[in-house]
Protein backbone atom coordinates (compact mmCIF):
# COMPACT_ATOMS: atom_id res chain seq x y z
CA UNK A 1 0.00 0.00 0.00
CA UNK A 2 1.39 3.21 -1.02
CA UNK A 3 0.34 6.51 0.72
CA UNK A 4 -0.54 9.33 -1.72
CA UNK A 5 1.99 12.29 -0.63
CA UNK A 6 2.94 15.72 -1.28
CA UNK A 7 6.65 15.90 -1.43
CA UNK A 8 8.28 19.72 -2.56
CA UNK A 9 11.44 21.01 -2.20
CA UNK A 10 15.04 20.30 -2.21
CA UNK A 11 17.63 19.23 0.85
CA UNK A 12 17.24 17.76 4.46
CA UNK A 13 14.27 15.50 4.04
CA UNK A 14 11.21 16.53 6.61
CA UNK A 15 8.18 13.95 6.83
CA UNK A 16 5.59 15.92 8.58
CA UNK A 17 2.28 13.79 9.65
CA UNK A 18 -0.70 15.11 9.95
CA UNK A 19 -3.74 15.23 12.40
CA UNK A 20 -7.07 13.74 13.00
CA UNK A 21 -9.41 14.48 11.91
CA UNK A 22 -7.80 16.22 8.96
CA UNK A 23 -5.02 15.25 5.84
CA UNK A 24 -2.01 16.66 4.64
CA UNK A 25 -4.04 19.78 3.40
CA UNK A 26 -3.50 21.13 6.88
CA UNK A 27 0.53 21.31 6.33
CA UNK A 28 0.00 24.15 3.58
CA UNK A 29 1.33 26.79 5.24
CA UNK A 30 4.61 24.45 6.12
CA UNK A 31 5.11 23.37 2.72
CA UNK A 32 4.89 27.61 1.66
CA UNK A 33 7.41 28.56 4.20
CA UNK A 34 9.95 25.37 4.68
CA UNK A 35 10.20 24.21 1.29
CA UNK A 36 12.52 27.19 0.27
CA UNK A 37 15.18 25.53 2.63
CA UNK A 38 14.00 21.71 3.03
CA UNK A 39 12.64 18.90 1.41
CA UNK A 40 9.09 18.69 2.71
CA UNK A 41 7.07 15.66 2.22
CA UNK A 42 3.70 15.29 3.28
CA UNK A 43 1.95 12.25 3.28
CA UNK A 44 -1.64 11.41 3.60
CA UNK A 45 -2.07 8.51 5.82
CA UNK A 46 -4.31 5.87 5.07
CA UNK A 47 -7.74 6.45 4.46
CA UNK A 48 -7.66 10.42 4.54
CA UNK A 49 -6.87 12.77 1.35
CA UNK A 50 -5.87 10.68 -1.38
CA UNK A 51 -4.62 7.55 0.40
CA UNK A 52 -6.44 4.62 0.23
CA UNK A 53 -7.55 2.78 3.50
CA UNK A 54 -6.95 -0.62 2.50
CA UNK A 55 -7.57 -4.01 4.34
CA UNK A 56 -5.74 -4.26 7.46
CA UNK A 57 -6.50 -4.21 11.17
CA UNK A 58 -6.23 -0.50 12.87
CA UNK A 59 -3.09 0.06 14.29
CA UNK A 60 -0.59 3.23 14.66
CA UNK A 61 2.18 0.20 14.14
CA UNK A 62 0.51 -0.09 10.76
CA UNK A 63 0.26 3.76 9.86
CA UNK A 64 4.35 4.01 10.98
CA UNK A 65 4.87 1.07 8.47
CA UNK A 66 3.05 2.86 5.66
CA UNK A 67 5.73 6.17 6.13
CA UNK A 68 8.43 3.28 6.83
CA UNK A 69 7.65 1.96 3.29
CA UNK A 70 7.52 5.49 1.74
CA UNK A 71 10.86 6.65 2.31
CA UNK A 72 12.15 3.65 1.14
CA UNK A 73 9.97 4.06 -2.17
CA UNK A 74 11.68 7.43 -2.65
CA UNK A 75 15.37 5.81 -1.83
CA UNK A 76 15.30 8.08 1.39
CA UNK A 77 17.11 6.41 4.42
CA UNK A 78 16.55 9.07 7.11
CA UNK A 79 14.37 11.84 7.89
CA UNK A 80 13.74 14.50 10.02
CA UNK A 81 10.34 12.55 11.00
CA UNK A 82 7.13 15.35 12.66
CA UNK A 83 4.21 14.81 13.47
CA UNK A 84 1.02 16.37 15.13
CA UNK A 85 -1.40 14.78 16.79
CA UNK A 86 -2.42 11.43 15.65
CA UNK A 87 0.84 12.20 13.19
CA UNK A 88 2.96 12.39 16.80
CA UNK A 89 1.22 8.64 17.72
CA UNK A 90 2.67 7.49 14.46
CA UNK A 91 6.01 9.31 14.75
CA UNK A 92 6.34 7.46 17.95
CA UNK A 93 5.47 3.97 16.27
CA UNK A 94 7.82 5.07 13.89
CA UNK A 95 10.41 5.36 16.76
CA UNK A 96 9.80 1.85 17.84
CA UNK A 97 9.28 0.33 14.78
CA UNK A 98 12.07 1.95 12.32
CA UNK A 99 14.41 4.24 14.26
CA UNK A 100 17.12 3.79 11.87
CA UNK A 101 14.62 5.79 9.84
CA UNK A 102 14.86 8.97 12.05
CA UNK A 103 17.31 11.77 11.92
CA UNK A 104 15.00 14.51 14.40
CA UNK A 105 11.91 14.16 16.01
CA UNK A 106 9.33 16.91 15.89
CA UNK A 107 6.41 16.24 18.25
CA UNK A 108 3.59 18.98 17.97
CA UNK A 109 0.44 18.79 20.17
CA UNK A 110 0.88 15.19 21.16
CA UNK A 111 1.05 12.82 24.24
CA UNK A 112 2.91 9.96 25.57
CA UNK A 113 0.72 8.10 27.37
CA UNK A 114 -1.97 5.96 26.40
CA UNK A 115 -5.53 6.29 26.37
CA UNK A 116 -6.83 5.77 29.98
CA UNK A 117 -10.50 3.79 30.00
CA UNK A 118 -12.58 6.59 29.06
CA UNK A 119 -11.28 7.94 26.42
CA UNK A 120 -10.93 4.69 24.59
CA UNK A 121 -14.24 3.74 25.34
CA UNK A 122 -15.52 7.23 23.67
CA UNK A 123 -13.21 6.54 20.37
CA UNK A 124 -14.64 3.33 20.13
CA UNK A 125 -18.57 4.94 20.22
CA UNK A 126 -17.41 6.94 18.13
CA UNK A 127 -16.48 4.53 15.59
CA UNK A 128 -19.81 3.42 15.72
CA UNK A 129 -21.31 6.36 15.23
CA UNK A 130 -19.29 6.97 12.61
CA UNK A 131 -19.60 3.75 10.86
CA UNK A 132 -23.02 4.01 11.26
CA UNK A 133 -24.24 6.82 10.22
CA UNK A 134 -22.03 7.33 7.38
CA UNK A 135 -21.19 10.90 7.30
CA UNK A 136 -18.78 13.01 10.03
CA UNK A 137 -21.89 14.33 11.92
CA UNK A 138 -19.68 12.87 14.79
CA UNK A 139 -16.61 15.14 14.03
CA UNK A 140 -18.23 17.93 13.41
CA UNK A 141 -20.03 17.53 16.63
CA UNK A 142 -17.76 16.07 18.88
CA UNK A 143 -14.38 16.80 17.26
CA UNK A 144 -14.10 20.26 15.55
CA UNK A 145 -15.19 22.20 18.33
CA UNK A 146 -11.85 21.49 20.25
CA UNK A 147 -9.38 21.81 17.96
CA UNK A 148 -8.53 25.06 18.04
CA UNK A 149 -8.30 27.46 21.12
CA UNK A 150 -10.27 30.28 22.05
CA UNK A 151 -7.96 33.49 20.57
CA UNK A 152 -8.51 31.53 17.05
CA UNK A 153 -12.09 31.15 17.85
CA UNK A 154 -12.37 34.75 18.76
CA UNK A 155 -10.21 36.30 16.46
CA UNK A 156 -9.76 34.37 13.12
CA UNK A 157 -12.88 32.70 12.00
CA UNK A 158 -11.45 32.20 8.06
CA UNK A 159 -8.55 29.68 10.27
CA UNK A 160 -11.48 28.06 12.12
CA UNK A 161 -13.48 28.20 8.93
CA UNK A 162 -10.56 26.28 6.67
CA UNK A 163 -10.60 23.73 9.55
CA UNK A 164 -13.95 22.61 9.27
CA UNK A 165 -13.75 22.32 5.58
CA UNK A 166 -10.84 19.55 5.89
CA UNK A 167 -12.43 17.92 8.62
CA UNK A 168 -15.89 17.78 6.66
CA UNK A 169 -14.23 16.36 4.21
CA UNK A 170 -13.02 12.83 6.20
CA UNK A 171 -14.26 9.78 4.61
CA UNK A 172 -16.05 8.48 7.59
CA UNK A 173 -14.50 4.94 7.35
CA UNK A 174 -11.04 6.51 7.62
CA UNK A 175 -12.05 8.27 10.43
CA UNK A 176 -13.53 5.19 12.37
CA UNK A 177 -10.51 3.70 11.73
CA UNK A 178 -7.93 5.49 12.82
CA UNK A 179 -10.02 5.86 15.83
CA UNK A 180 -9.81 2.78 16.75
CA UNK A 181 -6.31 2.81 15.43
CA UNK A 182 -5.45 5.39 17.99
CA UNK A 183 -7.61 3.57 20.87
CA UNK A 184 -5.40 0.87 20.53
CA UNK A 185 -1.85 2.52 20.86
CA UNK A 186 0.73 1.65 23.24
CA UNK A 187 2.28 4.22 26.14
CA UNK A 188 5.16 5.69 24.18
CA UNK A 189 7.42 6.99 26.84
CA UNK A 190 10.00 4.11 27.37
CA UNK A 191 10.41 4.29 23.21
CA UNK A 192 10.99 8.40 23.96
CA UNK A 193 13.44 7.08 26.41
CA UNK A 194 15.22 5.39 24.18
CA UNK A 195 15.22 8.03 20.85
CA UNK A 196 18.83 8.87 20.78
CA UNK A 197 18.27 12.22 17.99
CA UNK A 198 17.44 15.42 19.13
CA UNK A 199 13.76 16.33 19.44
CA UNK A 200 11.45 19.39 19.69
CA UNK A 201 8.70 19.42 21.33
CA UNK A 202 5.72 22.14 20.41
CA UNK A 203 2.39 22.47 22.13
CA UNK A 204 0.21 25.46 22.09
CA UNK A 205 -0.76 27.30 25.32
CA UNK A 206 -4.27 26.93 24.77
CA UNK A 207 -4.37 23.04 23.87
CA UNK A 208 -7.26 21.48 25.73
CA UNK A 209 -6.48 17.98 24.25
CA UNK A 210 -2.70 17.90 24.78
CA UNK A 211 -1.81 19.73 27.13
CA UNK A 212 1.42 21.65 28.08
CA UNK A 213 2.23 18.80 30.94
CA UNK A 214 2.00 15.98 28.19
CA UNK A 215 4.34 18.03 25.87
CA UNK A 216 6.72 18.35 29.33
CA UNK A 217 6.55 14.47 29.99
CA UNK A 218 7.65 13.81 26.62
CA UNK A 219 10.41 16.08 26.72
CA UNK A 220 11.77 14.90 30.43
CA UNK A 221 11.86 11.70 29.12
CA UNK A 222 13.22 12.18 26.04
CA UNK A 223 17.61 12.42 26.13
CA UNK A 224 17.59 15.04 24.20
CA UNK A 225 14.43 17.46 23.30
CA UNK A 226 13.86 21.09 23.68
CA UNK A 227 10.11 22.09 24.39
CA UNK A 228 8.61 25.71 22.86
CA UNK A 229 5.29 26.72 24.11
CA UNK A 230 2.94 28.57 21.46
CA UNK A 231 1.03 31.34 22.38
CA UNK A 232 -2.37 31.84 21.30
CA UNK A 233 -2.71 28.69 19.63
CA UNK A 234 -4.47 25.82 20.37
CA UNK A 235 -4.03 22.05 19.52
CA UNK A 236 -3.23 23.12 16.00
CA UNK A 237 0.06 25.29 16.36
CA UNK A 238 0.92 24.76 12.85
CA UNK A 239 -2.39 26.18 11.70
CA UNK A 240 -3.43 28.53 14.39
CA UNK A 241 0.21 30.33 14.79
CA UNK A 242 2.14 29.09 11.39
CA UNK A 243 4.94 31.81 11.53
CA UNK A 244 5.79 30.71 15.16
CA UNK A 245 5.75 26.61 14.58
CA UNK A 246 7.38 27.22 11.26
CA UNK A 247 10.39 29.44 12.72
CA UNK A 248 10.77 26.89 15.53
CA UNK A 249 10.55 23.64 13.00
CA UNK A 250 13.31 25.52 10.70
CA UNK A 251 15.77 26.37 13.18
CA UNK A 252 15.58 22.87 14.67
CA UNK A 253 15.78 21.31 11.15
CA UNK A 254 18.96 23.50 10.05
CA UNK A 255 20.25 22.16 13.49
CA UNK A 256 19.73 19.10 13.05
CA UNK A 257 21.05 18.97 9.67
CA UNK A 258 24.42 20.46 10.23
CA UNK A 259 25.09 18.39 13.68
CA UNK A 260 24.16 15.08 12.02
CA UNK A 261 24.51 13.50 8.28
C1 LIG B 1 -5.59 14.79 16.64
O1 LIG B 1 -5.59 16.03 16.57
O2 LIG B 1 -4.91 14.09 15.86
C2 LIG B 1 -6.46 14.14 17.67
O3 LIG B 1 -6.89 15.06 18.58
C3 LIG B 1 -5.73 13.03 18.32
C4 LIG B 1 -6.54 12.33 19.36
O4 LIG B 1 -7.76 12.18 19.18
O5 LIG B 1 -5.96 11.88 20.35
Redesign the pocket.
Known sequence: MQLYARDVGQGTPLVLL?????SSSMWLPQREALSGRFRVITPDLRGFGGSVLGAAEPSVDTMADDVAALLKSKNIPRAVIGG??????VAMALCRRHPERVRGLVLA???ATA?PDA?REN?LRMAERLTAEGSVAALTEE?LP??VGPTTMRQRALVYGRIRGLVQATPPKAAAWA?RA?AGRPDSTETLRSVRVPTLVIVGAEDG??TEADARHMADALPNAELHVIPRSG??TSIEQPDLFNQSVADFVSAVAKSTV
Do not use: C, E, N
Open positions: HAFPLLSMGGYDTKDARVKLQMITHL
